[in-house]
């Protein structure tokens, strides 16, 4: 009976050992998730967005981690730039708000843009580029705040989005420059 309770014992060590040598190295990745993840805000929400979308899911470095990180970002701001700009057409009680929103979601695109160019040569600027966008979800989310039909409700929706992946294109510059200069604005 001894010898079963060892022998259990002995697999089940070896197994866990086995479980932990195969996580090890099939997550080599994780370190660059982790670089842009220790500096967001929401942390799980960034290890989840992350590790679920196939461009960041396992990056070859932190660098390709950071441009898909900011693909992501432009993705998600030019597809709410179409949606506001279709709706600013469609419902004339929206146009003049929604036609300020999409001017701000353009601005965001452009940001973001302009800081994916920036971020292996200067990423404290590509880090500055995308927190400039933070001021106009600002004034996208006082433009909307009030409504409280539909195609306000999603772009309040999408905004809240955008801010988040606003503070993960923020993390992968900061992630890129290393220095924690920046530290003081992820508090």
């Known amino acids: 009976m001894a010898t079963s309770s060892f022998l259990s014992t002995l697999a089940a060590a070896a197994v866990t050992l086995l479980l932990l040598l195969a996580s090890a190295s099939a997550s080599p990745h994780l370190k660059y998730i982790d670089a842009i993840c220790d500096r967001s805000h929401d942390q799980a929400y ?42 600013a057409k469609k419902d004339p009680t929206l146009k003049a708000s929604f036609t300020e929103c999409h001017k701000a979601y353009l601005a965001v695109v452009a940001d973001l843009k302009s800081a994916n160019m920036k971020l292996k040569l200067s990423p404290d600027t590509a880090h500055y580029d995308v927190r400039a966008s ?54």
Do not use: W, Y
């Open 46 to 87: 960034c290890v989840q967005t992350l590790t679920t979308n196939p461009p960041t899911a396992a990056p070859i470095g932190l660098n390709p981690l950071a441009e898909a990180v900011m693909a992501l970002a432009i993705s998600h701001a030019e597809k709410t730039a179409v949606f506001v700009d279709e709706t």
């Open 134 to 187: 933070n001021e106009k979800m600002r004034r996208v989310a006082g433009l909307v705040g009030t409504n409280s039909d539909k195609a306000s409700t999603t772009l309040k929706e999408m905004t809240v989005q955008m801010e988040k992946l606003l503070d993960l294109a923020a993390g992968a510059a900061d992630a890129v420059d290393d220095d924690d200069e920046n530290i003081h604005r992820r508090v």
